[in-house]
């Protein structure tokens, strides 16, 4: 009964000559010229989206790029177990290849895949522990190729995601600097305990009087050694080079007498030690320290 009407329906439209057949034809495509441009217009806006279909979204691996590279720390030791984030930058986007992610081997090394080729990217290394500023900027290679960092990525410094000390392992997360309750401050590579003085200028015997003075967990605190001090010494650390954890506003502090009118200190700012007179106080601090009790 379907195929019956639909003869019906072909045999009354059917040209009864040729030239039936071609004024017909004609018709069809006997558009005014703004309808044949929009007709054209979607034509090519389809073929254009069918290309980037097939050409970026539908592109095999062979036709992505890939970065290699190796993670150390700051004594060039190979970083295992850190996830590495590859971010595109902004020029524009490309849908589908916005973020990369690799997990570093036991030798530090790592490879990103189904990054766009030849656009550049920001690396940076990621932990659950720990958070640092490094991170490394590059183009990637050509369609199948793969980009090789000419130098490791090197993690000069990182801090505890809750913030505080500087990470001394970047596996545990364990800090060098431990901070008490009551403002002991401990150093697990020395062993040595260190209190804070009062942050304001002051000279060396006002320094030597608040160290003698000081009674925080029993007392016993000392004036430090230059050798002590240059041991807190961390280029990049703080805004001092030294662990936030000690926070002082000077520049320089006290150290041991070098003789009846003149006293060391060590100059933070520059890693150097130096002597003064002792009646001078301009940007001075005070540390006492001591042996850790066993």
Known sequence: MITHSFKEASKSNWPNSREDWRRSTDES???????????????????????????????????????????????GKPVAGVKIIAQ??????????????????????????????????????????????????????????????????????????KGGSLVLDLATGATRFMLSSDGVITDSTTGLEWIVGPDRDMNYSQAQEWVAECNVRGGGWR???????????????????????????????WAEPRDSSTAWYF??????????????SGASRVFGVRSRPR
């Open 29 to 75: 495509f006997e558009k005014p010229k703004g309808e044949r441009k929009d007709l054209m217009k979607g034509g090519l806006a389809c073929l254009f989206t069918l290309v980037l279909a097939f050409g970026f979204c539908g592109c095999s691996e062979s036709k992505q790029s890939k970065v290699e590279g190796k993670l150390v720390d700051w004594n």
């Open 88 to 161: 595109q930058v902004k020029e524009p986007i490309i849908k589908g290849y916005e973020k990369a992610e690799a997990v570093t081997g036991a030798d530090g090394t790592f490879r990103l895949k189904g990054l766009f080729p030849s656009s550049r990217y920001v690396l940076k290394p990621w932990s659950d522990k720990w958070t640092t500023d490094t991170s490394v900027t590059m183009y990637t290679a050509p369609h199948g190729e793969t980009a090789v960092l000419q130098s490791p990525m090197v993690i000069e410094k990182a801090y505890p995601i």
């Open 223 to 253: 004036m430090p050694t230059r050798q002590q001090l240059k041991t807190l010494y961390q280029k990049g650390a703080g805004e001092h080079n030294i662990d936030p954890l000690f926070k002082i506003e000077g520049i320089w502090v």
């Open 267 to 280: 100059v933070f700012n520059i890693g150097l030690e130096s002597c003064s007179p002792r009646n001078l």
